[in-house]
């Protein structure tokens, strides 16, 4: 079983069009961390969101913390191609354990051109 | 400003070799993690360590797996006896204090043939 589940597992859009990639889990993390990996790299930062609907944005990327912090979402206005990638969740301190992350199952978008 | 460095980022070992993967995290950071992406899995947590010590394996198998972080040089994960199972992306993580943000090197791709 899965902690983090991302939705969708797949997405693939047109360059310019808007979308929304989720992570639902129905346990608690103290901060949540969103991370875009390209094939043959390592997992980069996006953002870490830490308090309850709290929303961060990221030039034309938002990032928002449900309220009972157990959830997440991504938002991309007028993608492009450059946001091509492996979108992931990764939760800290479940279960108290603030050293490890949990991943979510991950979101794959590509944008054409 | 260097980020994690990890090396080798491709290893080709042969069953019932060894394998070794070294991780120097980011500057002025003290904490390593381990984390394992199999084909079609998502990342899992192996360990967490400190300088000298570890703290949290509880993501690693039982046998074969080692790590350590010595007081000088990279963290090493060593892997005894490879199996094709093992065959896998390991990426290392590194952090400043334990409990804030994860940032990951380039992974070393394992292929065991």
């Known amino acids: 079983t899965q902690l983090l589940e991302q939705s969708p597992q797949f997405l693939s859009i047109q360059e310019g069009e808007n979308l929304t990639v989720y992570c639902n889990s129905s346990?608690?993390?103290?901060?949540l961390q969103w991370y875009r990996q390209e094939p043959g790299e390592g997992p980069v930062l996006l953002v870490t969101?830490?308090?309850?609907?709290e929303v961060k944005k990221l030039k034309r990327l938002t990032f928002q913390f449900g309220d009972a912090r157990k959830d997440s979402s991504l938002h991309i206005t007028a993608a492009q191609p450059g946001d091509t990638g492996l979108y992931l969740c990764?939760?800290?301190?479940?279960?108290?354990?603030?050293?490890?992350?949990?991943f979510g199952t991950g979101t794959l978008l590509a944008v054409q051109p | 400003n260097a980020g994690v460095m990890q090396n080798p980022r491709h290893l080709v070992r042969r069953r019932g070799q060894e394998a070794r993967l070294r991780c120097s995290p980011m500057?002025?950071?003290?904490?390593v993690y381990w984390y394992r992406q199999l084909p079609e899995e998502g990342l899992k947590f192996m360990v967490y360590?400190?300088?000298?010590?570890?703290?949290?394996e509880s993501g690693m198998p039982k046998e074969r797996f080692s790590a350590e972080f010595p007081k000088e040089g990279p963290s090493i994960l060593r892997i005894q006896q490879v199996v094709r199972g093992d065959s896998a992306a390991y990426f290392c993580?590194?952090?400043?204090?334990?409990?804030?943000?994860?940032?990951f090197g380039p992974g070393t791709r394992l292929l065991v043939l």
């Open positions: 993580a590194s952090s400043l204090t334990g409990q804030e943000t994860q940032y």
């Open positions: 346990s608690v993390f103290s901060s």
């Open positions: 969101v830490v308090t309850g609907g």
């Open positions: 990764a939760g800290a301190g479940y279960g108290g354990a603030t050293n490890k992350l949990i």
């Open positions: 500057k002025g950071h003290s904490h």
């Open positions: 360590l400190q300088k000298e010590n570890i703290i949290d």
